[in-house]
């Protein structure tokens, strides 16, 4: 009889120790997976009229590129809330194409470039950081 709690003792310690060290493992650190980041930057012109060139230029991690046209933020008469609008639509919709391909969107940055002296000319520049870890 002694012997056999004896050796259910010893069974149960070791089944003990097992889950001790599977435990530990699960839950030690795991090396960083590698992170893929891609930029999405639109180039939003100021000029009136039309005469700025508007983009969205997509950079892949591969570094091959696409472009799609944005709208100038101003039109003859001022500024154009349409195309604000139509641009702030075709950005949203990269990003949630994006997402759905399954990168994250990180962060954002933003800029504005005006070198004339009234300023009527310059550049809204934003550009949009996303990353996907590969695992």
Known sequence: MKTNLLTSVIALITLVGVFMVI??????????????????????SI??????????????PDGTKSEEDLQNFYSMVGINFGNI?????SITRKINDL????????????????????????????????KKSLE
């Open 99 to 130: 997402v759905a391909q399954g990168w994250e969107f990180d962060k954002v940055m933003t800029g504005t470039q005006s070198p004339s002296e009234n300023n009527s000319q310059g550049i809204f520049i934003s550009r949009y950081f996303f």
């Open 47 to 60: 000029i009136p009229a039309g005469i700025g060139r508007s983009k969205m230029i997509t950079v892949l």
């Open 85 to 89: 609008t139509n641009n702030n639509i």
């Open 23 to 44: 435990s530990a493992f699960r839950h030690a650190p795991q090396p960083p997976s590698k992170v893929v980041y891609m930029q999405v930057c639109t180039v939003e």
